[in-house]
């Protein structure tokens, strides 16, 4: 995972040539505090996406936890199946996915 300093570095080297905003149908330069503005935004985005897809891919700490948890969690119709399961043969089946996804996606 790159830092947001190798975020800065990666975006600045893709548009060395400097960025442009359309003023009434015409391009014109940023200015070079528009332009470090703009690097400095589009790096903080790309980092925290970066962030926010390895924490759902590999789990951890984060204060989307509960969307995360929601699309991790098995559906109803599988958790009532596996709570019936689990009362007819004595087993924590459902528990245990439920503690599973609470572990991996943990609240900050």
């Not at 400097?18 to 589009?42: C, F, H, Q």
């Amino acid at each position: 995972m790159a830092t947001l300093e190798q975020w800065k570095k990666q975006i600045k080297a893709d548009n060395s040539t400097g960025l442009t905003r359309m003023v009434n149908g015409v391009s014109i330069p940023l200015t070079t505090a528009e332009y470090n503005k703009t690097i400095d935004e589009w790096a903080k985005a790309s980092f925290d996406k970066e962030v926010a897809n390895n924490i759902r891919d590999n789990g951890g700490k984060s204060a989307n936890y509960a969307d995360y948890r929601r699309d991790a969690y098995p559906s109803i119709g599988d958790q009532l199946d596996m709570q019936y399961h689990d009362s007819v043969n004595g087993t924590t089946t459902w528990a245990d996915a439920i503690a599973a996804v609470k572990a991996k996606y943990q609240k900050p």
